[in-house]
């Protein structure tokens, strides 16, 4: 099993810019992949990006691509979510989320297995 702790969320105002980040503990980061999905006020949680064990290969839904970036440092168990652009339609609590046995493009967030707590993030207008 894999603990998962998000940091890093905030009140930014639009175009402006949050590094969210997760650190895993409890076994080996490499083996998982690694994901963020948010959930808005009444909407149901939808992927935004992830990625590969090895970091070689991400993923982004549409409507964040060319503004966020998702990375992982394996050496520091820790995956990251740079954001940039940000718009107020981008405010959500944003959750990581991991996964061993998942092809890491899987954008149905029930087929993911460990979720962070989840991190808020306000982009104002």
């Known amino acids: 099993q894999v603990q998962l702790v998000e940091s890093g969320g905030g009140l930014v105002q639009a175009g402006g810019s949050l590094r969210l980040s997760c650190a895993a503990s409890?076994?080996?980061?490499?083996?998982?992949?690694m994901g963020w999905f948010r959930q808005a006020p009444g909407r149901e949680r939808e992927f935004v990006t992830s990625i590969n064990q090895s970091g070689g290969a991400a993923y982004y839904t549409d409507s964040v691509a060319g503004r966020f970036t998702i990375s992982r440092d394996n050496a520091k168990d820790t995956v990251y979510l740079q954001m940039n652009s940000l718009k107020p339609e981008d405010t959500a609590v944003y959750y990581c989320?991991?996964?061993?046995?998942?092809?890491?493009?899987?954008?149905?967030?029930?087929?993911?297995?460990?979720w962070g707590q989840g991190t808020q993030v306000t982009v104002s207008s």
């Open positions: 409890g076994r080996t980061f490499t083996a998982y992949a």
């Open positions: 989320t991991a996964d061993q046995a998942i092809f890491a493009h899987t954008r149905q967030p029930y087929r993911w297995n460990y």
